[in-house]
């Protein structure tokens, strides 16, 4: 008879905590953005405060049939906070694409064109957009690596420089998370 209690303990156990690990998305960004539960955080997170952030994207990834993690990255910084509290008023985030995260932002037709498949990105970029967060590419990555503002999905923006962008949303009061 004890034999039996040992795996059912352990299935049980196990399940708790399979549950306690998994990960969502939403409320504001649905498909992207997966983050943890963290129950009682000991550092409480200032439900009353403005969260103003860039992030700074200058890699890709390897392959062109994956979404790029560090613009993802914004999903799951909206999605954490709106899940514990923060109003979306509250958030606000802008996206500085650069380097090799360059032909991440563009459309579907001039990905498909340039690397044969549909941007995996896409979809992801315009769910931010239209949660708000600013795109914003420099134009000296547009300019040598060839992707004209007609490549862009509509609502990003090409900026002098990463450079220029970065200090201009610094002076604004956002904080740099360079990924």
Same mark, same amino acid.
């Given at each position: 008879? @004890?034999?039996?209690?040992?795996? #059912? ?21 649905? !498909?992207?953005? /997966? ?12 439900? !009353? /405060? ?13 392959? $062109?049939? /994956? #979404? !790029? @993690?560090?613009? /993802? ?24 694409? $650069? ?5 991440? #932002?563009?459309?579907?037709?001039? $990905?498909? @064109? ?6 995996? !990105? ?23 690596? $060839? ?5 862009? #999905? ?26």
């Amino acid at each position: 008879m @004890k034999m039996y209690r040992f795996p #059912i303990l352990f299935c049980a156990l196990f399940s708790l905590f399979a549950v306690s690990q998994e990960k969502k998305a939403g409320p504001i960004i649905e !498909n992207y953005g /997966e983050v943890f539960v963290v129950e009682n955080p000991d550092y409480k997170t200032n439900v !009353n /405060e403005e969260f103003k952030v860039v992030f700074d994207v200058a890699t890709g990834p390897d392959s $062109h049939e /994956e #979404i !790029n @993690k560090s613009i /993802e990255t914004a999903a799951r910084f909206l999605n954490m906070h709106a899940q514990n509290g923060v109003p979306a008023s509250q958030l606000k985030a802008a996206l500085i694409i $650069h380097g090799t995260a360059t032909t991440n #932002i563009v459309t579907n037709e001039a $990905h498909k @064109k340039r690397f044969g498949v549909d941007n995996p !990105n896409a979809n992801m970029l315009q769910s931010l957009m239209d949660a708000g967060v600013e795109v914003i590419l420099c134009g000296q990555s547009s300019k040598s690596r $060839h992707v004209p503002k007609e490549d862009l #999905i509509p609502g990003e923006k090409i900026a002098l420089s990463a450079m220029t962008a970065l200090i201009q949303l610094q002076n604004d009061g956002y904080r740099l998370m360079k990924l």
